[in-house]
């Protein structure tokens, strides 16, 4: 019997990782543009959203803990693993590239993670469930926020299309990765608790495609999506990320201020 | 984004009665005004409710007359309501 609860458990806390990493990750990558904006109010309104991330990750790894016990920390999950325990998709770790690009990949993750949250609130987990009911009001405002660039951007200039269509062709094939399941998401005992993917797909692609079309921007046809992040096998351009992340623990490892 | 035209932002807060101005800042359009305002200027929970106004659309009194506008009221205490007993239930005076 204490062997069962102990497996429920194991992937209850690989689940909620693989919620937390998502977070983080792109909260991390957008941090990174902090100062760079392209005018003050969008340097703002990214750094907003990249603070939102963060703050639902800690939450997550917050509950990670707990589930974990062993006096873990929210901080030993982002400071303390190496890349392959990482389980975000390849899509929020990917490059920010120009603002264009930046957007891009916050609204293909808007659309995944508001509907992943909605469907979360009805999650048989309370703690998912309340976590969710509070994120969504800031994936809301997200989703709205990125929508409406690439419409403006989409629909702008000649110049401001043909960079929003730039970035997503190179975007759209890690666009999928968020609705295939990974081996956790098909965990069984999970059932109940976890938000099937599968079913939140076509919500998703919905909006998504709505918003492309507003933007009169293109949907080119994706033969072989990227996947792979969600079962700790990233790209190239993660482990450079996470050297700057984790800088600090590993120059100076359990330094604390 | 240089030709992005200015915008006052005007914030109500939670108990306020009449929004109050915070500042300016420049947007694409009134909508981009509103988004803007609400990153820039209400993250610390300053407001329920967003007003932007083009700046050019604002007309304002002018300085130099100042004297003339303001300081013949200066010597009008009579007008302050505070000579006559202000029921209780009268809220905001």
Same mark, same amino acid.
């Given at each position: 019997?204490?062997?069962?609860?102990?497996?429920?458990?194991?992937?209850?806390?690989k689940?909620v990782l693989q919620l937390a990493d998502n977070a983080m990750i792109l909260g991390q990558r957008l941090a990174e543009t902090c100062?760079?904006?392209?005018?003050?109010?969008?340097?703002?309104?990214?750094?907003? +959203?990249s603070?939102?991330l963060i703050?639902e990750a800690?939450?997550l790894y917050?509950?990670a803990?707990?589930?974990?016990?062993?006096?873990?920390?929210?901080d030993d999950y982002p400071y303390k693993r190496d890349v392959r325990d990482w389980q975000n998709i390849l899509l929020v770790e990917q490059p920010n590239g120009?603002?264009?690009h930046i957007?891009m990949r916050q609204?293909m993750f808007?659309?995944y993670h508001?509907?992943?949250?909605?469907?979360?609130?009805?999650?048989?987990?309370?703690?998912?469930?309340?976590?969710?009911?509070?994120?969504?009001?800031?994936?809301?405002?997200?989703?709205?926020?990125?929508?409406?660039?690439? +419409?403006?951007?989409?629909?702008?200039?000649?110049?401001?299309?043909?960079?929003?269509?730039?970035a997503?062709?190179d975007r759209i094939r890690f666009f999928d990765e968020a609705?295939i399941?990974s081996k956790i998401e098909?965990?069984?005992?999970?059932?109940?608790?976890?938000?099937?993917?599968?079913?939140?797909?076509?919500?998703?692609?919905?909006?998504?495609?709505?918003?492309?079309?507003?933007?009169?921007?293109?949907?080119?046809?994706?033969?072989f999506p990227q996947k792979g992040g969600k079962d700790g096998l990233h790209s190239e351009h993660f482990g450079y990320l996470l050297s700057e992340l984790q800088f600090l623990q590993k120059s100076?490892?359990?330094?604390?201020? | 984004?240089?030709?992005?035209?200015?915008?006052?932002?005007?914030?109500?807060?939670?108990?306020?009665?009449?929004?109050?101005?915070?500042?300016?800042?420049?947007?694409?359009?009134?909508?981009?005004?509103? /988004?803007?305002?609400?990153?820039?200027? /209400?993250?610390?929970?300053?407001?329920?409710?967003?007003?932007?106004?083009?700046?050019?659309?604002? /007309?304002?009194?002018?300085?130099?007359?100042?004297?003339?506008?303001?300081?013949?009221?200066?010597?009008?205490?009579?007008?302050?309501? /505070?000579?006559?007993?202000?029921?209780?239930?009268?809220?905001?005076?």
């Open positions: 019997m204490g062997e069962v609860i102990q497996l429920n458990n194991e992937s209850l806390l689940y100062g760079h904006g392209p005018v003050l109010e969008q340097d703002i309104a990214i750094t907003n +959203i603070l939102d703050g800690r939450v917050q509950y803990a707990e589930i974990e016990g062993g006096g873990k920390t929210e120009h603002f264009g957007i609204f808007d659309c508001y509907c992943h949250l909605k469907a979360m609130i009805d999650s048989s987990d309370e703690r998912l469930a309340q976590i969710a009911a509070k994120t969504i009001k800031e994936a809301t405002y997200h989703l709205k926020y990125s929508s409406e660039w690439v +419409i403006r951007l989409g629909d702008g200039t000649e110049e401001s299309h043909d960079k929003m269509q730039e997503l062709n609705f399941p098909n965990e069984e005992s999970l059932n109940g608790i976890k938000v099937d993917c599968v079913a939140i797909r076509k919500l998703a692609w919905a909006k998504f495609q709505e918003i492309c079309q507003t933007a009169t921007l293109e949907i080119p046809e994706v033969k100076y490892p359990n330094s604390n201020w | 984004m240089q030709n992005w035209p200015l915008f006052e932002v005007f914030l109500r807060s939670k108990n306020g009665l009449s929004h109050k101005h915070v500042g300016s800042l420049h947007a694409a359009d009134a909508d981009m005004a509103i /988004t803007n305002a609400r990153d820039v200027y /209400t993250r610390r929970k300053e407001g329920v409710s967003i007003w932007v106004v083009e700046s050019k659309d604002i /007309t304002a009194s002018n300085p130099e007359e100042s004297e003339s506008m303001f300081d013949p009221a200066e010597d009008k205490v009579y007008r302050h309501p /505070t000579f006559y007993d202000l029921p209780n239930e009268l809220e905001h005076m």
